[in-house]
């Protein structure tokens, strides 16, 4: 049976998701008050969410609400009811990230449909079977997912697959950004990202500051029937921020593309002109030696249409001020056209580019005669990045027979979240322990082995050779630190490692993806950080039951966490992870390949403010960059009552030993560090 295909398109507002649904998408998503990933965009509330649901239902188009941000211990609660409501006004599905929020609908038997946000970081077979395992229907997977991890899910579930092919991407690993959140307290994992990676960066402290975090948006209209043979049904655009003329023209594009339209250069022109950061990239799909990163500008750079060829002097006009008129003359450029492009009308706004960058800007009159702002050269690029879009209405659409009566029905489906317990097999924690973490065998001495009651290794080469000899030298203390990222051939060094638990003298895994759970579900785990675990409803979801068990709990609390957790692990020191960067630093800025002598050496990138952030390279088939915080986070206070469990992370320490000695004697850092979210609170 051939599959249904879906156009899944963003709507931030009613108008919005008017213009989706004209322009053909088969699917709209949409937020529901505060708790989804795009906080600033107009959102819908109750009342809103009514008229969008009949307005869709009417037109055979389903609605899904995003409920795809991290939850604080008191909200969980709080956004069931919301779901439950708009449950009972017809929504069809529902976008989660957050554990606890999944525990909580199961636990009050809610006969939804859910689909897994891209935000849980799912990007291969295993960790799709525990997503599967857990009652969610539709996995969205990670931009970061591959050809033959795609296939594999596919081939070894029932899900729904549904993959993002258009709109802006996130330069850090699904679902495990914090850049805003160490450096704020603004989470976006909570949809108050503040784009710190859109931000200038360089190699060196004074160096010139490029956009070294800054991906280009993802376009892959023309690689959909691809993505069907792989095993994607579901195309999701990205925009839920942008205005309904930009969500009209992009829906409208693809619609025709799925419909077996012809798609060529005027299509591909018109995407460009509506929203396009560095004229676009297939992103992983397409290769992982796809360049992904435009460095020399941050936002939208528009079609190309020609160059300046001239600029003279316009006509003199009287200007009147305060101090008395005078006479002005504005410049005026003249542009030689490329071949074969749209040619520049009335009410267009352009924008001048010399190398990349951005030199001025106008806004056509007269198309003959341009006048502009900012300094504009002969030679410069002439980019269209505006023009006034109609918003298709329902009459053409009526016309061109997208209603018809073949269509599906719509409205909420039962499918009633039912978990498949249980999930984990953990680690036992029966008193507060101690957990030190450090990247190499050789780094364990008998001062920190004593002053621990575990050692993690948190390698950066992960192989067998690497971790050989840390079960014997850490004894029955051997906990090994998983990354949070397995891509393709990932997985055959991971599963060695994994298998020979028993002769690698392992006690237990540190697990920071979904996909830890499945191939780790014979050994003893603690769930990490990198399953952002901000609430205990979370954990309970993997422990089984309704109730916490009595012993103390076998996870990691949230980097983003704002308070100290009694019961849990409680990350006290060390350099966080703001981003895991799934490209090649070198080969994703400038499509070179780095030298193997260079590859591995630890780098940094300096903001505009000369602060500097430490790349750390993870290896294992494919390579993976760690950006660190620039500042030491330090909650050694937390030693003082005895109660809590907590991690000290000395892996980016160069003496581990010397700094736990200061740690565990010294009661207070006098030097420059942060308490995290602990103080401030996270918004």
């Given amino acids: 049976m051939k599959p249904t295909i879906e156009l899944l398109a963003p709507s931030g507002n009613m108008e919005c998701l008017k213009a989706a649904v004209l322009a053909g998408a088969d699917d709209v998503y949409l937020g529901l008050g505060k708790f989804n990933a795009r906080i600033k965009a107009d ?33 969980v609660s709080k956004a069931v009811d919301e779901i439950e409501r708009a449950s009972e006004i017809g929504v069809d599905a ?13 636990k009050r038997e809610l006969n939804i449909k859910i689909h897994a946000s891209t935000q849980m970081g799912i990007h291969n077979l295993q960790g799709a079977r525990v997503a599967e395992r857990l009652g969610i229907s539709r996995i969205i997977l990670s931009r970061e997912t591959l050809r033959e991890d795609i296939k594999a899910i596919k081939e070894g579930t029932n899900l ?12 850090g690993f699904s679902g495990n950004c914090y850049f805003s959140s160490m450096l704020a307290g603004e989470s976006g994992n909570r949809g ?24 280009k948006d993802l376009c892959l209209v023309e690689n959909l029937n691809d993505l069907v043979k792989l095993g994607v049904t579901s195309f999701k655009i990205e925009g839920r921020n942008r205005r309904a003329e930009y969500v009209g023209e992009v829906v409208s594009i693809y619609r025709k593309a799925l419909d077996g339209g012809s798609f060529g250069k005027p299509e591909k022109d018109r995407l ?10 297939g992103g992983y799909v397409i290769g992982k030696e796809e360049k992904i990163i435009y460095d020399k500008h941050p936002s939208h750079i528009g079609l190309r249409v020609g160059v300046v060829v001239s600029i003279s002097s316009g006509e003199r006009t009287r200007v009147p001020k305060s101090s008395g008129d005078h006479w002005s003359s504005e410049s005026i450029v003249k542009i030689k056209y490329d071949n074969n492009v749209l040619l520049l009308t009335k009410g267009d706004g352009i924008k001048f580019m010399r190398s990349g960058i951005e030199v001025g800007t106008a806004l056509i009159g007269n198309p003959n005669n341009i006048s502009y702002k900012g300094n504009v050269k002969v030679g410069d690029e ?10 298709y209405n329902e009459l053409e659409l009526h016309r061109r027979g997208r209603w018809q009566s073949s269509r599906q029905s719509v409205g909420a489906v039962i499918d009633r979240v039912n978990v498949e317990l249980p999930i984990c097999n953990f680690l036992p924690i029966t008193k507060p322990t101690k957990f030190v ?4 065998v050789n780094q364990i001495t008998d001062y920190l082995y004593n002053q621990s009651d575990y050692i993690v290794l948190n390698p950066t080469d992960y192989s067998i050779k690497t971790i050989s000899g840390f079960g014997i030298k850490a004894e029955n203390k051997a906990i090994l630190n998983l990354p949070n990222i397995m891509r393709g051939q990932d997985k055959k060094i991971l599963l060695n490692i994994i298998n020979n638990f028993e002769s690698l003298d392992l006690s237990g895994f540190i697990v920071n993806n979904l996909w830890g759970i499945e191939v780790c579900k014979n050994y003893p785990i603690i769930l990490g950080t990198g399953l952002n675990i901000l609430n205990t409803q979370s954990y309970q979801l993997f422990c089984g039951g309704d109730t916490l068990p009595p012993a103390l709990y076998s996870y990691i609390t949230s980097i983003e966490s704002p308070i100290p957790h009694p019961n849990a692990i409680n990350y006290i020191y060390g350099y966080p992870p703001l981003l895991t960067l799934c490209h090649c630093v070198e080969k994703g800025t400038t499509g070179s390949h780095c030298s193997p002598l260079q590859c591995g050496k630890n780098k940094n990138i300096f903001d505009d403010r000369g602060i500097g952030f430490k790349l750390n390279k993870r290896k294992l088939t494919n390579c993976y960059h760690e950006l660190l915080n620039s500042t030491v986070l330090d909650n050694r206070e937390l030693l003082a009552d005895k109660k809590y469990s907590v991690y000290i992370d000395l892996s980016c320490e160069q003496n581990p030993t010397a700094k736990l000695k200061e740690i565990l004697t010294v009661s207070h850092n006098s030097e420059n560090h942060t308490h995290g979210n602990y103080k401030r609170g996270l918004k």
């Fill in 382 to 391: 002439v980019r269209l990045t505006s023009r006034d879009k109609r918003i």
């Fill in 43 to 75: 959102n819908f509330d109750f009342e809103v969410l009514m008229a969008a649901v009949d307005f869709a239902h009417e037109r055979g188009v389903k609605i899904y609400t995003v409920f795809n941000t991290l939850l604080k211990q008191a909200e």
């Fill in 272 to 281: 460009k002109v509506a929203f396009n950061r560095g004229d676009f990239t």
């Fill in 94 to 106: 529902f976008i989660i990230q957050d554990f606890g929020l999944l525990h909580e609908i199961k």
């Fill in 192 to 215: 108050r990202c503040l784009q710190l990676c859109r931000k200038g960066y360089s190699y060196n402290k004074n160096g010139e500051k490029k956009y070294l975090l800054s991906p």
């Fill in 437 to 440: 973490a450090v990247n190499s």
């Fill in 160 to 171: 729904e697959i549904e993959s993002f092919v258009h709109g802006a991407m996130c330069v």
